[in-house]
């Protein structure tokens, strides 16, 4: 994260104070994809680290992992995300490399319909090499100053890898946010991932666990913003999973995130 750390010193020393930007159109959420397409023509970086398996549970709740993304806004329905990422378990030891894109379309817009509704799909070569297709469907409003977004996201298995238990892994997500003071927005996240640890005998990363937690989004210039994310984590299932290091339901652990962000266009 060093490289992109350079690009937002010299961002905040060549950017105005953002007075009036929508944050809302950058990435408040850690769990949650935003519901409405970015300005057409921005291009945008992100680099951020996570601690407590946002996506590498099956090495442990100890587990980090580092991403760097690039977000394009074609026009007005239709994004572009791309992202790499490393995985690090508890022990400090490398674990893999993963790859993530996927495809956003606009179909419905909260300016013409009151509500926004974006659907997504894309491919996926995960920590542990497999191949998954994924697909996502967000829905957002506004209820007076408030923010409300509504996801669901799910991964598709076709391989017959030894990490696999199940065709698909299914997650929820659900997200508020305010604006608390200029170029500050705060909000609440709750995530229910791996959901079919409550149907299956047997679920790949040990079971299904809920997340809940504030997030903070900053915009200390026009085109640089620092998101702040902290969450509970408890293990609602004990399922047969495909790791030892998978945790036992009825433990609970933590989620943290900090992501920095730099936008072109």
Request: glycine fraction near 16%; proline fraction near 6%.
């Given at each position: 994260m060093r490289w992109l750390a350079a690009?937002?010193?010299?961002a905040l020393g060549t950017s105005a104070r953002a007075?009036?930007?929508?944050l809302t159109a950058f990435e408040p959420y850690l769990m949650?994809?935003?519901?409405?397409?970015?300005?057409?023509g921005r291009v945008r970086v992100e680099a951020d680290a996570s601690f407590g398996a946002r996506t590498t549970r099956i090495f442990g709740d100890s587990s980090v992992e580092e991403r760097v993304a690039v977000e394009v806004g074609v026009n007005r329905w239709l994004t572009l995300r791309?992202?790499?990422?490393?995985?690090?378990?508890?022990?400090?030891?490398?674990?893999?490399?993963?790859?993530?894109?996927?495809v956003l379309v606009q179909v419905l817009e909260r300016a013409r319909r009151g509500v926004d509704l974006r659907v997504g799909v894309g491919y996926t070569r995960d920590y542990v090499e497999r191949h998954v297709p994924t697909a996502r469907i967000v829905l957002g409003l506004r209820a007076g100053r408030y923010d409300l977004v509504a996801a669901g996201n799910f991964e598709f298995h076709p391989d017959d890898s030894r990490f696999t238990r199940e065709p698909v892994d299914v997650s929820i997500s659900l997200a508020a946010s305010t604006r608390v003071a200029e170029g500050?927005?705060?909000?609440?996240?709750l995530a229910g991932a791996d959901l079919e640890?409550?149907?299956?005998?047997?679920?790949?990363?040990?079971?299904?666990?809920?997340?809940?937690?504030?997030?903070?989004?900053?915009?200390?210039?026009?085109?640089?913003?620092?998101?702040?994310?902290?969450?509970a984590i408890v293990y609602a299932t004990d399922n047969t999973p495909a790791a030892a290091t998978a945790p036992a339901s009825g433990r609970a652990g933590f989620l943290g995130n900090l992501t920095l962000g730099v936008s072109f266009r």
């Open positions: 690009i937002v010193v010299v007075e009036t930007i929508d949650a994809t935003p519901s409405g397409t970015p300005p057409a791309a992202a790499g990422g490393v995985a690090v378990d508890g022990r400090g030891e490398r674990q893999g490399e993963g790859l993530f894109t996927e500050v927005r705060a909000g609440l996240e640890g409550f149907v299956e005998e047997e679920e790949a990363e040990g079971g299904a666990r809920l997340v809940a937690g504030p997030t903070v989004l900053l915009a200390p210039a026009r085109n640089v913003t620092v998101r702040a994310t902290a969450g």
